[in-house]
Nanobody, 113 residues
Framework: QVQLVESGGGLVQAGGSLRLSCVAS????????FSWYRQAPGKQRSLVAR?????????NYVDTVKGRFTISRDNTKNTVYLQMNDLKPEDTAMYYC?????WGQGTQVTVSS
């Protein structure tokens, strides 16, 4: 059974940083691409960043986070990270990790102005 567990969310002031983690189990981690999504109250869940497998290790970001967020993976720890710098109030949302078919439970990020 695939399980994704996120952590690292919290309350931070604008301009601050957080690092989200997503630990995966029940899968062959290194062959799976992973993504981070977010969902703000009253809005649809949307893609934030994506990282492909170790064979090509490509990353993609939504325009609103380019230059501020970095997605990475540690195949030895079955963990995907989202480093978030220069956070803005509009980054406030529940953040979710996803592999091909499975969602994590989410971790809340709140950025105060």
């Amino acid at each position: 059974q695939v399980q994704l567990v996120e952590s690292g969310g919290g309350l931070v002031q604008a301009g601050g940083s957080l690092r989200l983690s997503c630990v995966a189990s029940g899968i062959v981690f290194r062959i799976n691409p992973f993504s981070w999504y977010r969902q703000a109250p009253g809005k649809q869940r949307s893609l934030v960043a994506r990282i492909t497998t170790e064979s090509d290790y490509n990353t993609n970001y939504v325009d609103t986070v380019k230059g501020r967020f970095t997605i990475s993976r540690d195949n030895t720890k079955n963990t995907v990270y989202l480093q978030m710098n220069d956070l803005k109030p509009e980054d406030t949302a529940m953040y979710y990790c996803r592999d091909v078919n499975t969602w994590g439970q989410g971790t809340q990020v709140t950025v105060s102005s």
